[in-house]
Structure formats: structure tokens, C-alpha cells
């Protein structure tokens, strides 16, 4: 008897549920954050709209007005936590995230329940008021 | 025939569902406890939508059930300070990563969207303004949701 679907459909299919169900998971690193002393600098804002995209494709918009207030310090960059607001980044689950910045470059973000970074394929210019 | 009117009807049930019912936000506030200052506190809630509406997944938080992903519903759950997850399943498992403070409000939206033979219910962190005029349409299901 013939089968139903011939084989290369089937693992076609098969691939295509697994992409479906699956998606990509952020990739992080565990890493230590070396906390800020509480009001050490006050929240910087987001000159400008900014649109970050992932290696996956993925995007995020970081909105111009945004404010954001660093947290603390990693090899990577500073930690910036949103003021009175969220960020987050998807992967096949959700995560809260802050940004890191490192010479006014966004280089990844860390993962607070996480406690990871996970680095941007691509950094991205950031600009802050005031610089 | 009498197959197709069964798959039309179960479709039908996936897709409406029944909003939830109990009291409206602002009524329920007064009656809400305030937030102790050892812990931080977590809204979950969903839009009251057609679509999905028969999906009715529980909600998990650090692996335990605290209630259900209910169309129109919000319910809120108090937290230790620190990081935690919450959950959902229909066909596949949808997580959220976050961290609550002490003092600390989070609001955590139910989504429905498509999947492969169900649709997908996830959970994702919303803001307090966004999130505080959604809540003010929505009925609190925390009493029986459990």
C-alpha cells in the first residue's frame, strides 16, 4: 500500500510543527551584576525611537522619551533599568530585560530573572539625553 | 454530516466561551488588601475577546496554579521579592521570565494567538500605563479561579 504522504512531505511537515511550537529561545550567558549604589545617577532618556533587531529577526522598539535609569555594571556595558515602565524580549518564552550600553552602543541585555546576558548579534547606537 | 455539525459546533465553543463574570475592577479595589511592604504584587488579566474565548488555560506561577487565563477576567497574586516565572499550556508551554521588588506592582497580560491545532495562550509584561485602563474593563475572577 502507498503511503498517505510521501516521506519528504512528512519531515516537511514535521519541521514545520516543530518551528511552529518551538520558536528560538534567547541565548544568554550567566553573568554577575555589579549593582549601582541606589540614586547614584539620575534617569537618562531616549532622544530618539530606536529599533532593535535580533538575529532572529525579531524587533523591538525602544521609544524616544523612554526614561531609564542605570542599575549597576557588567564586562559588557551599563545596566539600564526602565523608569515606571517594561521592556521585554522574546524568544520562544518571554523575559523582562534591561539594557546594556557600553560607549553609547546597546550590546545585549540583561536578564534579571535570568540573571544572563544575552549579547546583540549586531550593536546598535543608542542616544541618551543627556549624553 | 452529523461529524461536520460536531466540528462546527466544538469550533465554535474554542472560538466564543463565555466572558468572565465577577466584580468590576474599581468595585473590587475597595476590597482589595494593600500590598504588604515585604512583598511585591502581580496582576495577571486578559481582554475580553471573541476570539479563543473557550481557551481557558490555568496560569502558573513558580509551578504553582494561582488561577485561570479567562477572557475579561484579572485576578492578582502577592509575591516574595525576587525572580520568578509564570506559565501557561494548551498545545505548547508559554513562560514569562520577570522580577518583582519589594513594594512593587508587575502586570502580567494573557494573550491569545494562533497555534498548530490549538491556539497558543501567553503570558507577557505590560506596563502600568498600559496596563492600569485595560484592568479597569475587566472582572476579577480571583475568587474562583483557583
Same mark, same amino acid.
Given at each position: 500500500?502507498?503511503?498517505?504522504? $510521501?516521506?519528504? &512531505?512528512?519531515?516537511?511537515?514535521?519541521?514545520?510543527?516543530?518551528?511552529?511550537?518551538?520558536?528560538?529561545?534567547? =541565548?544568554?550567558?550567566?553573568?554577575?551584576?555589579?549593582?549601582?549604589?541606589?540614586?547614584? #545617577?539620575?534617569?537618562?532618556?531616549?532622544?530618539?525611537?530606536?529599533?532593535?533587531?535580533?538575529?532572529?529577526?525579531?524587533?523591538?522598539?525602544?521609544?524616544?522619551?523612554?526614561?531609564?535609569?542605570?542599575?549597576?555594571?557588567?564586562?559588557?556595558?551599563?545596566?539600564?533599568? $526602565?523608569?515606571?515602565?517594561?521592556?521585554?524580549?522574546?524568544?520562544?518564552?518571554?523575559?523582562?530585560?534591561?539594557?546594556?550600553?557600553?560607549?553609547? %552602543?546597546?550590546?545585549?541585555?540583561?536578564? $534579571?530573572?535570568?540573571?544572563?546576558?544575552? #549579547?546583540?548579534?549586531? $550593536?546598535? #547606537?543608542?542616544?541618551?539625553?543627556?549624553? | %454530516?452529523? &461529524?461536520?455539525?460536531?466540528?462546527?459546533?466544538?469550533?465554535?465553543?474554542?472560538?466564543?466561551?463565555?466572558?468572565?463574570?465577577?466584580?468590576?475592577?474599581?468595585?473590587?479595589?475597595?476590597?482589595?488588601?494593600?500590598?504588604?511592604?515585604?512583598?511585591?504584587?502581580?496582576?495577571?488579566?486578559?481582554?475580553?475577546?471573541?476570539?479563543?474565548?473557550?481557551?481557558?488555560?490555568?496560569?502558573?506561577?513558580?509551578?504553582?496554579?494561582?488561577?485561570?487565563?479567562?477572557?475579561?477576567?484579572?485576578?492578582?497574586?502577592?509575591?516574595?521579592?525576587?525572580?520568578?516565572?509564570?506559565?501557561?499550556?494548551?498545545?505548547?508551554?508559554?513562560?514569562?521570565?520577570?522580577?518583582?521588588?519589594?513594594?512593587?506592582?508587575?502586570?502580567?497580560?494573557?494573550?491569545?494567538?494562533?497555534?498548530?491545532?490549538?491556539?497558543?495562550?501567553?503570558?507577557?509584561?505590560?506596563?502600568?500605563?498600559?496596563? =492600569?485602563?485595560?484592568?479597569?474593563?475587566?472582572?476579577?475572577?480571583?475568587?474562583?479561579?483557583?
Amino acid at each position: 500500500m502507498k503511503p498517505y504522504l $510521501p516521506r519528504i &512531505k512528512c519531515h516537511a511537515i514535521s519541521l514545520a510543527l516543530a518551528m511552529a511550537l518551538g520558536g528560538c529561545a534567547v =541565548q544568554y550567558t550567566p553573568v554577575h551584576l555589579d549593582l549601582a549604589p541606589v540614586a547614584a #545617577a539620575p534617569a537618562r532618556t531616549l532622544a530618539q525611537d530606536t529599533n532593535v533587531v535580533f538575529d532572529t529577526g525579531y524587533a523591538r522598539q525602544l521609544k524616544a522619551g523612554s526614561s531609564w535609569k542605570r542599575v549597576g555594571a557588567l564586562p559588557q556595558g551599563d545596566v539600564y533599568r $526602565p523608569v515606571d515602565d517594561i521592556f521585554m524580549v522574546q524568544g520562544s518564552h518571554n523575559h523582562e530585560a534591561y539594557l546594556i550600553v557600553r560607549d553609547g %552602543m546597546l550590546t545585549g541585555f540583561y536578564l $534579571p530573572a535570568e540573571g544572563g546576558f544575552s #549579547a546583540l548579534g549586531k $550593536p546598535q #547606537a543608542l542616544r541618551f539625553t543627556p549624553e | %454530516m452529523f &461529524k461536520t455539525q460536531l466540528c462546527l459546533i466544538a469550533a465554535a465553543l474554542a472560538l466564543t466561551g463565555c466572558a468572565a463574570t465577577g466584580p468590576k475592577f474599581a468595585e473590587q479595589q475597595s476590597s482589595t488588601p494593600k500590598l504588604s511592604a515585604d512583598k511585591g504584587r502581580v496582576y495577571f488579566y486578559r481582554k475580553d475577546s471573541f476570539v479563543g474565548g473557550g481557551l481557558r488555560p490555568e496560569i502558573r506561577l513558580d509551578g504553582a496554579v494561582v488561577g485561570k487565563s479567562q477572557p475579561g477576567g484579572y485576578f492578582y497574586v502577592d509575591a516574595t521579592p525576587g525572580s520568578h516565572e509564570a506559565a501557561t499550556s494548551t498545545e505548547v508551554e508559554n513562560k514569562l521570565s520577570f522580577v518583582v521588588d519589594k513594594g512593587e506592582t508587575k502586570y502580567v497580560r494573557t494573550k491569545v494567538s494562533m497555534g498548530v491545532l490549538v491556539g497558543h495562550v501567553t503570558p507577557e509584561l505590560v506596563g502600568s500605563a498600559e496596563a =492600569q485602563p485595560e484592568l479597569s474593563e475587566l472582572h476579577y475572577t480571583g475568587g474562583d479561579a483557583k
